[in-house]
T-cell receptor, first 112, second 114 residues
Framework: QKEVEQDPGPLSVPEGAIVSLNCTYSNSAFQYFMWYRQYSRKGPELLMYTYSSGNKEDGRFTAQVDKSSKYISLFIRDSQPSDSATYLC????????????FGQGTELSVKP | NAGVTQTPKFRILKIGQSMTLQCAQDMNHNYMYWYRQDPGMGLKLIYYSVGAGITDKGEVPNGYNVSRSTTEDFPLRLELAAPSQTSVYFCASSPGGGKGNTIYFGEGSWLTVV
């Protein structure tokens, strides 16, 4: 079993839709949860960063972590064609720096 | 503001050849990392360093070596290249401490071993 599981998609939505991206993880000791966005042939860029459980909002993006169910979510409101990218969830242990465990990534396409 | 810079961007190697992927960061970060990304497999940690002179293995270190002589540079050495090392390689850095998990990636190096 992979430590972080993510549906690879691809996921295609119309412009303006609400997008829900999800991951599950198996290691209950994970404390940090991140979402990275990766455009084609580019490096991942940090989108959202959450410590432990709860919600975090940044503009059109909301990250949720439910440690009781080991579930990580990213919601994108009013999706735009520029949101078309691969979204990677990642987790790590407390005080483990950048030793991240990544999901497989979900490819998202937002159609105009 | 350059951030994390990787060279080369693309490289084709023959089986058995060796090469070094270069990585430099200008953010004065203590922590540096090398990840590889295979299609549909996410990213996996190869090696990491918490400061100059200190390196440690990640999840998939076999076939690679690293050194960290300065804070800025963290080269990755591939010895005796094999087709299984065909991948995209990403160098990354982070400040460490409370911000240790907010890591910043370079643009990637595409390596093909034939």
């Amino acid at each position: 079993q992979k430590e972080v599981e993510q549906d690879p998609g691809p996921l295609s939505v119309p412009e303006g839709a609400i997008v829900s991206l999800n991951c599950t993880y198996s290691n209950s000791a994970f404390q940090y949860f991140m979402w990275y966005r990766q455009y084609s042939r580019k490096g991942p860029e940090l989108l959202m960063y959450t410590y432990s459980s709860g919600n975090k909002e940044d503009g059109r993006f909301t990250a949720q972590v439910d440690k009781s169910s080991k579930y990580i979510s990213l919601f994108i409101r009013d999706s735009q064609p520029s949101d078309s990218a691969t979204y990677l969830c990642a987790s790590s242990l407390y005080n483990q720096g950048g030793k991240l465990i990544f999901g497989q990534g979900t490819e998202l396409s937002v159609k105009p | 503001n350059a951030g994390v810079t990787q060279t080369p961007k693309f490289r084709i190697l023959k089986i058995g050849q060796s090469m070094t992927l270069q990585c430099a960061q200008d953010m004065n970060h203590n922590y540096m990392y090398w990840y590889r990304q295979d299609p549909g497999m996410g990213l996996k940690l190869i090696y990491y360093s918490v400061g100059a002179g200190i390196t440690d293995k990640g999840e998939v270190p076999n076939g690679y070596n690293v050194s960290r002589s300065t804070t800025e540079d963290f080269p990755l050495r591939l010895e005796l290249a094999a087709p299984s090392q065909t991948s995209v390689y990403f160098c990354a850095s982070s400040p460490g401490g409370g911000k240790g998990n907010t890591i910043y990636f370079g643009e990637g190096s595409w390596l093909t071993v034939v």
